[in-house]
Structure formats: C-alpha cells, structure tokens
C-alpha cells in the first residue's frame, strides 16, 4: 500500500481514488451507455474531471470546478453547447495549475499531472472547431510544456523547494576526531583563499564559469565545465562550481560546489563527521529534453525516468548556520547576511 501511494500528495489521495472509480460510474449511467462516438467520450472526460475536482482538497475554487465540469458533461449528453464553455473553464484551469505549481511543487505530483493531461485533452477538443489544426496542436505544446516545465523544476539549489526533494545524503560517521575537525578547517581556508579573487564575478566568469540558470537569485550558481573533466576533485583553486547571491548589478560570493566527475562513485573523505557528500535523485526527458528533481514524494511525471547526479559537497566562504559545509542555506539567512553586508 505505501508503493501504491508512491508519488502522491496526501491531500491529493482521494481525488486519485475518484479517479479510478470514474469509469466504474461512468457505465452504469444509461444516458451515456447510450451515447456514441464523440458525444460519449467528451462526456465522460468532462464527467471524469468532475468527480476528481470534487475528491481534490474542498476550496471555493476546486467545488465550482467540479461543478461546472459537472454540469458541461450534461449539456453534452443533451446535445447542447459545450465546446466553448469547456475550452474557456480548462484555460483558466491549466494557467492555475501552471502558476500554483511554480510556488508549490508537491501540486505537480501524479494526480495533479493527470488531471491537468485530462484537461489538457479536452482542451484540444474542445479548440478543434474554432482554431486550425495547427493552431490546436500549438495550444497543446505550449500547455503541455508549461506542465513539463512546472513538474520538472520543483527543485534546485536556488529552487523553492527547500526540503530537499531527491536529495541522497551520506549518512554521518562516528564523532570526530581533533585532527579530522582540523582538516575540515584547513579545507575550508583553503577554499577561501583561493577562491577570494571570484569575490568579483567578472573574473569568474573570465576563468570560464558560466551560469547553469538565471542569473539573479539568493543562490545562483556558475559551473566550470573544465574543471567537471579534469580529473582533480577537491581542489580548493578549481571548483566544479560557484554560489553567487545575485541581486541587481550586485553579486556576492556564497561559496563553492565540489562534484565528484562519475555517477555512484564516492567522495574522497575531508575528515569531519559534519562534510558529508550528498547527490541529487533527478527525472531526465528525452520530448522536450531536459532534467530537473524528483518530487518531494520521491517519484518522477510521466514519460519521464530517474537518475542519480554524482556526488557534491558544498564548502561556503559566508559563516552560516551549519558551518562551511551545510548542504544549503536558508534564504532568510541570506537575505539577512546581503542586508549586513557594505
């Protein structure tokens, strides 16, 4: 049972059950028994949509949805105007999901993407009439790939998701030893002497480090692709990556990111029970091609499959909560270390 509630919201657990039983309901109405072709189809989407939204958390906006997908599903078994009424309700509804899912990314799990490909469907039904068909199929892609994107980026180091979705953590060892925390320390000195010059970005970026994303944020990081493919992990002077807290013309060096070069091999020890190495569980797509993290219930969208990043350890310059080597920093930390900066 807890395999089967894999990838699954909690909040979200009777809306799949409504799911599945749609079709068990759908068959014992005799109107739509008795309904063909088209007509029995579009019904039963709009009637499937219906009993979902009213299994989904109850809100003012989830019961009127339920609603009006209910009451479309009978205009369509009578033969009435359903079409423009559809494609208006699941527009709303699809932009909805896109912008709620960029703030809450659990709300992209299984059932949420489910529902939105229902809709998604009965959108280019819907649309058929009224645009050309190369106007429909590019209302598809561009809702269909807002809901890649949205289920794909609910994490990154600078992402919203700060409980670390997909996140492998090594566990922690016995207590450390006096020359353990002295290596830690050392490392971490080193780190930030030899990275002192990257204080400014522009040398940064002339050492050839470029930005794995937008370039403003509390956590921006800047990846080397030379140094992925040299060989040396742990050189305090060629750090796989850096983390910039980018506001305005403004960038300020947090620290650096440390990756070892292959998938499953480990990270040479530091010394210190608190500088464990961690990877990241990421969903690769080949259509459209791109990656991002697993959900916070640990599974990936559909069409999609898992793979493990290698190893990383952060070793950070600021003097945060945790210490040089937190897995990450807090953005209200941040921002309340840039307040207090000159």
Not at 128 to 148: H, I
Not at 187 to 196: D, S
Request: with cysteine; charged share 15%; aromatic share 8%.
């Amino acid at each position: 049972m807890r395999d089967f509630w894999l990838g699954i919201a909690p909040d979200h657990r009777v809306g799949l059950l409504c799911l599945l039983a749609a079709p068990l309901l759908l068959v014992q109405l005799r109107a739509w028994r008795a309904a063909t072709g088209e007509v029995r189809w579009c019904s039963g989407l709009l009637g499937t949509l219906a009993l979902v939204h009213l299994g989904l958390p109850w809100t003012s906006g989830s019961v009127l949805s339920a609603g009006l997908f209910g009451w479309l599903a009978v205009r369509c078994l009578a033969g009435r105007s359903w079409r423009v009424q559809s494609g208006l309700l699941v527009t709303a509804l699809l932009l909805l999901f896109v912008a709620v899912s960029g703030v809450r990314p659990a709300t992209a799990d299984q059932v949420g993407l489910t529902v939105a490909a229902l809709e998604l469907a009965l959108l280019s039904i819907s649309c058929r009439r009224a645009l050309s068909r190369v106007g429909t199929v590019a209302l598809v892609l561009v809702f269909g790939t807002a809901m890649w994107v949205v289920s794909l980026a609910g994490h990154d180091h600078d992402g919203v998701d700060r409980i670390q979705a997909g996140t492998i953590q090594r566990p922690a060892g016995p207590a450390a030893t006096a020359v353990e925390r002295a290596a830690a320390r050392d490392l971490a000195a080193q780190v930030r002497a030899a990275t002192a010059r990257y204080a400014d970005l522009a040398a940064a970026e002339a050492d050839g480090y470029r930005a794995t994303g937008p370039r403003t944020g509390l956590q921006v990081h800047f990846e080397h692709k030379g140094h992925q493919r040299d060989g040396r992990v742990l050189d305090p002077a060629a750090p796989e990556q850096l983390v910039y807290a980018v506001r305005g013309d403004r960038a300020r060096l947090l620290g650096v990111v440390f990756q070892v070069p292959v998938a499953g091999a480990a990270g040479p020890a530091i010394g210190d029970a608190g500088t464990r190495w961690h990877a990241h569980d990421v969903c690769v797509s080949l259509l459209p091609p791109g990656f991002g993290a697993v959900s916070p219930f640990g599974s990936c969208p559909g069409l999609t499959f898992a793979t493990t990043l290698p190893e990383m350890i952060h070793v950070w310059v600021v003097d945060p909560p945790g210490g040089a080597y937190a897995t990450h920093l807090d953005d209200a930390w941040i921002e309340a270390w840039i307040r207090a900066q000159p």
